[in-house]
C-alpha cells in the first residue's frame, strides 16, 4: 500500500497538457461556450481560422466526438439545482465561466498547475467587462491528492457538490481510478451530492483502427497507454464503479443531432466509413453517479 501511494504522490503528470491545449484548438471549430475566442487567444499572434473545407472524415468524427462528449455533462448537470461545482482535469474548458455568467452559482475550475497558469490570462481575457451571477475559482489540484483535493473542496459553503470530469480517467490505470473514487466518495458522504463523468470508454482500438490516422494525437495515445486504461465494457465499468460505492443516477442520452460538427461529418463520409461507424457500436458513455 505503502509502495502504491509513493506511486500516486511521484508521478509525473505534466505531460498530459499538451493535449489540452490541442483540443481546445479542435473545440474552436463548435458553438462550445468561449472555445473559438480561446482559441484565437491561445494562437495569438498567429491567426486561427477554423477551415471548414477539411475534407478528411477522421477529422469530423473527433470532432463530433469531443463536442458530443462535451454537452452530454452539460446534459446531465443542467437539471441539478445544486450550487457547488467543482470540475476536475478541464483543461481549456470554460464551462465554469459560462455557468458563473448566466446562474448564482460556485463553480471551483481546477487542473494540473500548469494548464491553470496558462488559462487564467485566458479567462480574464475572455470575461472582461462582463457581470457574473455566481462565482468562479479557478485553481490548480491534482485530483489524486487527497489532501489538497478536501482543502479544494472546502472552499465551497455548506450544501451539496456536484464532481464533473470529462477526459480525466483514460489517463488513470486501475489504482488511480480507485484513488480518485476515494477521494470523491469521502467528500459526497460529508456534503451529499454527485459524481458527473463523460470517461466511461470501452476498448475500441480494432474496431475503429481505420477511421483514426497516425497521427500525433496516436502516437499521444499510446505514449499513455490510454488504451489499456479503458474499461472492457460497459457492464465492467459499472461493476468497477459498484465496488466503489457508486450507482448509476442516469445515463447521458446520444444527442449528436445536436453537434454542428455533424454535418460536416456525413458530408465527408463515404456509404462504407458510415455503415462502419454503425456497425462498431458506441465506445463512451456518460454517467452521472450517485453513492450506493
Known amino acids: 500500500m505503502k509502495q502504491e ?11 498530459i497538457s499538451p493535449s489540452a491545449q490541442a483540443l481546445l484548438l479542435l473545440k474552436g471549430f463548435t458553438d462550445i461556450p468561449f472555445a473559438r475566442k480561446a482559441a484565437e487567444l491561445i494562437t495569438r499572434p498567429e491567426n486561427y481560422e477554423p ?8 477529422f469530423w468524427a473527433r470532432l463530433l466526438h469531443f463536442e458530443s462528449r462535451y454537452k452530454s455533462i452539460d446534459q446531465l448537470l443542467s437539471p441539478l439545482q445544486v450550487k457547488n461545482i467543482l470540475e476536475l482535469s478541464s483543461g481549456f ?3 465554469g465561466l459560462d455557468k458563473v455568467l448566466g ?9 494540473l498547475p500548469d494548464v491553470i497558469s496558462t488559462k487564467l490570462p485566458l479567462l480574464a481575457s475572455l470575461q472582461r467587462d462582463m457581470i457574473p451571477k455566481g462565482k468562479l475559482e479557478t485553481l490548480p489540484l491534482n485530483a489524486l491528492d487527497e489532501a489538497a483535493f478536501e482543502a479544494t473542496a472546502a472552499h465551497f459553503k455548506k450544501g451539496e457538490i456536484v464532481i464533473v470530469n470529462e477526459g480525466l480517467l483514460v489517463y488513470l490505470n486501475t489504482d488511480e481510478k480507485k484513488k480518485l473514487c476515494h477521494n470523491i466518495r469521502s467528500l459526497l458522504e460529508k456534503t451529499g451530492g454527485c459524481w458527473i463523468t463523460a470517461d466511461i470508454y470501452i476498448k475500441s482500438e480494432r474496431r475503429f483502427s481505420n477511421f483514426l490516422p497516425d497521427d500525433k494525437l496516436q502516437q499521444f495515445l499510446k505514449e499513455h497507454r490510454i ?5 472492457d465494457s460497459f457492464e465492467q465499468a459499472e461493476a468497477f464503479f459498484k465496488s466503489e460505492g457508486f450507482l448509476i ?12 460538427s455533424l454535418k460536416y461529418l456525413i458530408a465527408n463520409a463515404s456509404k462504407e466509413q458510415l455503415e462502419g461507424l454503425g456497425r462498431n457500436g458506441r465506445i463512451r458513455a456518460s454517467w452521472r453517479l450517485k453513492l450506493a
Open 103 to 111: 446562474e448564482d452559482a460556485h463553480y471551483i475550475d481546477t487542473d
Open 93 to 95: 474548458s470554460f464551462r
Open 227 to 231: 488504451e489499456e486504461n479503458k474499461f
Open 51 to 58: 477551415d471548414f473545407n477539411i475534407s478528411d472524415f477522421a
Open 5 to 15: 501511494q509513493a506511486h500516486l504522490a511521484n508521478r509525473d503528470y505534466s505531460s
Open 249 to 260: 443516477d442516469k445515463e447521458a442520452e446520444a444527442e449528436h443531432q445536436k453537434s454542428g
